[in-house]
Nanobody, 123 residues
Framework: QVELVESGGASVQAGGSLRLSCAAS????????MGWFRQAPGKEREGVAG????????YILVSVKGRFTISRDNAKNTLYLQMNNLKPEDTAMYYC????????????????WGQGTQVTVSS
């Protein structure tokens, strides 16, 4: 079992920045990938960014490329999502995810989910 706890969500103005954190505990060695998903009201959950835990190779959603960066501190078992130049369309609940295949960029890759942290961007 892997437990994921997100933090860092907040309400910000457009153009602002936030850093989301996801602390992982439990059998983290079983997770070959970790990632971030988001879900806005009335929309499907989408993969925003994912990373292979051993190689560090990563995936980023095209619409956030150049603004969001995913990183991981293996020593701290913590995943980060640095979000810059935030836009109102980035408003969503952001979920941390861990899994055993791919980049954790698709829901099919995910085995474990966090509870989510809310990001609200106002114009």
């Amino acid at each position: 079992q892997v437990e994921l706890v997100e933090s860092g969500g907040a309400s910000v103005q457009a153009g602002g920045s936030l850093r989301l954190s996801c602390a992982a505990s439990g059998h983290t060695y079983r997770s070959s990938c970790m990632g971030w998903f988001r879900q806005a009201p009335g929309k499907e959950r989408e993969g925003v960014a994912g990373i292979r835990t051993n190689s560090g190779n990563s995936y980023i959603l095209v619409s956030v490329k150049g603004r969001f960066t995913i990183s991981r501190d293996n020593a701290k078992n913590t995943l980060y999502l640095q979000m810059n130049n935030l836009k109102p369309e980035d408003t969503a609940m952001y979920y941390c995810a861990a899994g055993g295949s791919g980049y954790c960029a698709r829901a099919d890759d995910v085995v474990y989910w966090g509870q989510g942290t809310q990001v609200t961007v106002s114009s």
